[in-house]
């Protein structure tokens, strides 16, 4: 069965910082770009950052770049995103998911509140 | 930065018409796009890959067409599961999604 299971968000205060992590089973990991995606309530996709296969490249969208980092560890089939420096409007349903072409796996999310 | 504007906003069809989605680039994007359905509290599911290509498990009731900046998804035969959010995406070194059309009964 193929699952990818986030973990990690939850209510933090502006400036903050939360580390989200995505648990990857039933699939081939180390072989992949992996991706976070963020969907704000009520509103569409965005894509925040992906990642190479070895983790040598990495790629943000411009709102988030100098706050925070993607990272994966294939021993662990994991993926990372550290977030630093917290702003209301980083407030969304994260996802992460796999692919280069397309994203073809997808988790079911993480919901990370920015508010005092 | 690509941007991606998808129309319309919200198409209104019937089960068994035809829908016709529309993606535009703000630059070429070559065949680097693809789209998604969501349905609510879902989380998006891969239709179309490299413009034209569908993804496993994907019904040929959906196809793709375009390359540049110019694409379309279109849905043949609309039936009741298809009803739900569309989006396309570009997969160059940035990425980016666009607004979404809701195909709606």
């Known amino acids: 069965e193929v699952r990818l299971v986030e973990s990690g968000g939850g209510l933090v205060q502006p400036g903050g910082s939360l580390r989200l992590s995505c648990a990857v089973s039933?699939?081939?990991?180390?072989?992949?770009?992996m991706s976070w995606v963020r969907q704000a309530p009520g509103k569409g996709l965005e894509w925040v950052a992906y990642?190479?296969?070895?983790?040598?490249?990495?790629y943000y969208v411009d709102s988030v770049k100098g706050r925070f980092t993607i990272s994966r560890d294939n021993a662990k089939k994991s993926l990372y995103l550290q977030m630093n420096s917290l702003r209301a409007e980083d407030t969304a349903l994260y996802y992460c998911a796999r692919g280069h072409k397309g994203l073809e796996f997808w988790g079911q999310g993480t919901t990370v509140t920015v508010s005092s | 930065e690509v941007v991606l504007t998808q129309s319309p906003g919200t198409l209104s069809l019937s089960p068994g018409e035809r829908a016709t989605l529309s993606c535009r680039a703000s630059q070429s994007v070559s065949n680097n796009l693809a789209w998604y359905q969501q349905k609510p509290g879902q989380a998006p599911r891969l239709l179309i890959y490299d413009a034209s290509y569908r993804a496993a498990g994907i019904p040929d009731r959906f196809s793709g067409t375009g390359s540049g900046t110019d694409f379309t998804l279109t849905i043949n035969r609309l039936e009741p599961e298809d009803f739900a959010l569309y989006y396309c995406?570009?997969?160059?070194?940035?990425?980016?999604f666009g607004q979404g059309t809701k195909v709606d009964i």
């Open positions: 990642i190479k296969q070895d983790g040598s490249e990495k």
């Open positions: 995406q570009h997969y160059g070194t940035s990425r980016s």
């Open positions: 039933g699939l081939t990991f180390e072989n992949y770009w």
